[in-house]
C-alpha cells in the first residue's frame, strides 16, 4: 500500500557535488537525469545556485552555479522535475528568471535556525518568481528548541510549499526524527515537511522509513547513497522500499554500475569510522573529512578522544 | 539512562567467519577477544563447534570446531563471557564437556522454524551440561505465522535462557522488527529475547535499535559490521549508542584500524548492490555471494528481474 503523496527528491548532483566541487560531465549529469526520470523520480536536484561574485566559475564544476542554459543542456521537461538549491548568503536574488521561463520547477533554501529570517526573505523572492519553494533547516540537532519552534512558527505564516529536516551530522536515531516529524507537522499544517539523512551511523535510510511512518511526504535520497562525507539515504533503498508502482530501481542499478561504483573509489563517501564518530558525538563532519586526508595523522581513538573534549568544531 | 539488563554479544569471529572459512590466525583472535574483554562487551562468539565428522579439520580454520584447548590459547575467563553457536544438525553431542569444565558459558544453537524440535532436542543436551543456553531462529523472514508461533510456545516450555530474532536476509525494517519483538516477549514470558540482525539494506543497526526500543535485552554486533554478505550491526555504532558507561569504545577503534580496514578489503562484506537486491527482495544472499563472484556476469539490473521472478532460492 503506498501513499500517493510522498513525492522522492534525488540530491545526487547537489550533495554528491560537495566532494568533487561539482566536477561531473556533462555525459554522466545527462544520463542521471534521464535514468532518474525514467525511474519515476519526483524531483531532481542538479546543484546549487552560488552567486558568482562570492565563487568564480574557474573554480567549481557548473552544478555549483546551474546556470539555465547549463540546466537545458542535460535535463528536458517531463514528469519529473527540476530542483536546484541556494543558501542564505550566498545567492545573487538576480540569479532567477520568471518561473515560466525557467526549466526550473523547484527551489529550496538551505538555512540554519539562526539565519531564519534571512532564509524566508530569500524564499520569499524566489517564491514570487512563481517556483515551487521548500525551506531546509540545516543542523537541527545543533538547533535550540525555543529558536527552533519560533522558525517554524514563521514559516508556518508563509506561503512555502515544504520545510525540511536535515539531520546534516547523522546523529539521529528514530526517537528524534519521530519527536521532529511529530512538531514540524503539527506547527506546519497545511505544508508538506521533507527529510534529508546523512549516513554517518547507516540510519539515513531507516531514518527515512521513519520520517515516512510520521506523515513526512518529501524523501531525499543519492544514488548509491553519494553525499558529503559518510553520504545521504540511497536511493536505491529507498525506492525498493516504497510500493508505489510508478517507480522501477532498474534505470538507478543500470546507472550505478556505469557510473557510480567507480566514483565511489574517487570520492570516497560512505561508512567510514571518523564519519561514525562525528556522527555518534554530534559533530559537523569537516573535522572527520580532514582526519581522511591525513591532516591530523593520529588514530581513530585518538581522534574519538579529541573530538570528545571538543564543544563545538 | 541505561538498561543494565542489555547484553551485547560480539559475533564478529562466528559470523565473520562465514567469508573466510573461519582462517583467523590465532594472534588476530587473541587481540580480537581482549580487545572485546577492554571495551566491556557481555559476551564474545568465538566462532561454530562444527561436528568434525561431517566437517574436516583439513578445509577450515580453527572456529569452525572452537576447540576448547584452541579457545583455551587465545581467550580467558573474565566477566566477558565466551560463546559458540551450534547448528541444528551438524553438532556432535560428544563434543561439549560439562560446563564448569570449559571456558565456554553460553551456547547458541541456530535454527530454522521447520527444525525446531531438532533444536530443542540438542539445546536441552547443552542446557543440562550447565551451560546458557539461546536458541537462534534464522531466517524469521520466511517462516509460516502458525508456524513461528508454535515454536515459541514449544521454546517457552523450557529452560532456556534466550531466543533469538534473526533477520537472516536483511529484510526488515522497523514495523517488523516491532511486531515480531512483541510477539516473542509475550509468548515467551520470563526469558530473554534477543536479536541478530543483516545489513543488506543498511537496516542492521537501526533494526538493533528498534527491537531495544521494545525490549529486546540481547544484541548481537561484530565489529566494523563483518558478516556473511552485507554483514550485520557495527558493534562500534551499537556502543556509540548505548549509554551503559561500562562500555568503551575505544579498544574498537584500535582493532579496526590494525586488522579490518585490511579485511573488509579481502573479505568484502557489507553494503553491495547485489546484497541489497537480496534483502529488498527477501533471499538468501547466496545468490548475491555468487552473482559477486562473476558466476552470473550480467547486469545488476538483470540480477533483479531473475530473483525477482524466482520463487524461492
Same mark, same amino acid.
Given at each position: 500500500?503506498?501513499?500517493?503523496?510522498?513525492?522522492?527528491?534525488?540530491?545526487?548532483?547537489? *550533495?554528491?557535488?560537495?566532494?568533487?566541487?561539482?566536477? @561531473?560531465?556533462?555525459?554522466?549529469?545527462?544520463?542521471?537525469?534521464?535514468?532518474?526520470?525514467?525511474?519515476?523520480?519526483?524531483?531532481?536536484?542538479?546543484?546549487?545556485?552560488?552567486?558568482?561574485?562570492?565563487?568564480? &566559475?574557474?573554480?567549481?564544476?557548473?552544478?555549483?552555479?546551474? *546556470?539555465?542554459?547549463?540546466?537545458?543542456?542535460?535535463?528536458?521537461?517531463? &514528469?519529473?522535475?527540476?530542483?536546484?538549491?541556494?543558501?542564505?548568503?550566498?545567492?545573487?536574488?538576480?540569479? @532567477?528568471? &520568471?518561473?515560466?521561463?525557467?526549466?526550473?520547477?523547484m527551489?529550496?533554501v538551505?538555512?540554519?535556525?539562526?539565519?531564519?529570517?534571512?532564509?524566508?526573505?530569500?524564499?520569499?523572492?524566489?517564491?514570487?518568481?512563481?517556483?515551487?519553494?521548500?525551506?531546509?533547516?540545516?543542523?537541527?540537532?545543533?538547533?535550540?528548541?525555543? *529558536?527552533?519552534?519560533?522558525?517554524?512558527?514563521?514559516?508556518?505564516?508563509?506561503?512555502?510549499?515544504?520545510v525540511?529536516?536535515?539531520?546534516?551530522f547523522?546523529?539521529f536515531?528514530?526517537?528524534?526524527?519521530?519527536?521532529?516529524?511529530?512538531?514540524?507537522?503539527?506547527?506546519? #499544517?497545511?505544508?508538506?515537511?521533507?527529510?534529508?539523512?546523512h549516513?554517518? #551511523?547507516?540510519?539515513?535510510?531507516?531514518?527515512?522509513?521513519?520520517?515516512?511512518?510520521?506523515?513526512?511526504?518529501?524523501?531525499?535520497?543519492?544514488?548509491y547513497?553519494?553525499?558529503?562525507?559518510?553520504?545521504?539515504?540511497?536511493?536505491?533503498?529507498?525506492?525498493? @522500499?516504497?510500493?508505489? &508502482?510508478?517507480?522501477?530501481?532498474r534505470?538507478?542499478?543500470?546507472?550505478?554500475? =556505469?557510473?557510480?561504483?567507480?566514483?565511489? =573509489?574517487?570520492?570516497?563517501?560512505?561508512?567510514?569510522?571518523?564519519?561514525?564518530?562525528?556522527?555518534?558525538?554530534? =559533530?559537523?563532519?569537516?573535522?572527520?573529512?580532514?582526519?581522511?586526508?591525513?591532516?591530523?595523522?593520529?588514530?581513530?581513538?585518538? @581522534?574519538?578522544?579529541?573530538?570528545s573534549?571538543?564543544?563545538?568544531?
Amino acid at each position: 500500500m503506498y501513499r500517493p503523496e510522498i513525492k522522492v527528491v534525488d540530491c545526487t548532483l547537489r *550533495d554528491g557535488g560537495l566532494m568533487n566541487e561539482w566536477r @561531473f560531465e556533462k555525459q554522466m549529469v545527462k544520463d542521471t537525469f534521464h535514468a532518474l526520470a525514467q525511474a519515476g523520480i519526483d524531483y531532481v536536484e542538479m546543484g546549487y545556485r552560488a552567486d558568482k561574485k562570492q565563487f568564480s &566559475p574557474k573554480d567549481f564544476g557548473a552544478w555549483r552555479f546551474c *546556470d539555465e542554459a547549463d540546466l537545458r543542456e542535460v535535463a528536458y521537461e517531463c &514528469p519529473t522535475k527540476i530542483s536546484i538549491m541556494c543558501d542564505v548568503g550566498r545567492t545573487d536574488y538576480d540569479a @532567477f528568471l &520568471p518561473a515560466s521561463e525557467s526549466i526550473v520547477k523547484m527551489v529550496r533554501v538551505a538555512t540554519y535556525v539562526k539565519e531564519i529570517d534571512k532564509a524566508i526573505h530569500l524564499a520569499k523572492h524566489v517564491k514570487s518568481m512563481g517556483y515551487e519553494v521548500s525551506v531546509n533547516i540545516m543542523a537541527v540537532s545543533h538547533a535550540l528548541e525555543p *529558536d527552533l519552534d519560533e522558525a517554524l512558527d514563521e514559516l508556518a505564516a508563509t506561503d512555502f510549499d515544504v520545510v525540511y529536516i536535515v539531520d546534516s551530522f547523522g546523529y539521529f536515531y528514530s526517537e528524534q526524527v519521530h519527536y521532529l516529524a511529530e512538531k514540524y507537522l503539527s506547527r506546519l #499544517q497545511g505544508k508538506q515537511v521533507g527529510i534529508h539523512c546523512h549516513n554517518n #551511523q547507516q540510519l539515513a535510510f531507516a531514518n527515512t522509513i521513519e520520517g515516512i511512518i510520521k506523515g513526512v511526504n518529501y524523501l531525499d535520497g543519492t544514488i548509491y547513497g553519494i553525499g558529503r562525507a559518510a553520504g545521504n539515504c540511497p536511493l536505491e533503498l529507498l525506492i525498493g @522500499f516504497l510500493k508505489n &508502482p510508478k517507480f522501477d530501481v532498474r534505470p538507478v542499478l543500470l546507472l550505478i554500475e =556505469k557510473y557510480f561504483l567507480k566514483l565511489i =573509489k574517487e570520492l570516497r563517501w560512505g561508512y567510514e569510522i571518523p564519519y561514525a564518530i562525528t556522527g555518534i558525538l554530534n =559533530k559537523h563532519p569537516r573535522a572527520a573529512m580532514a582526519f581522511m586526508k591525513g591532516v591530523h595523522g593520529n588514530t581513530f581513538s585518538e @581522534f574519538f578522544d579529541e573530538l570528545s573534549n571538543v564543544d563545538d568544531v
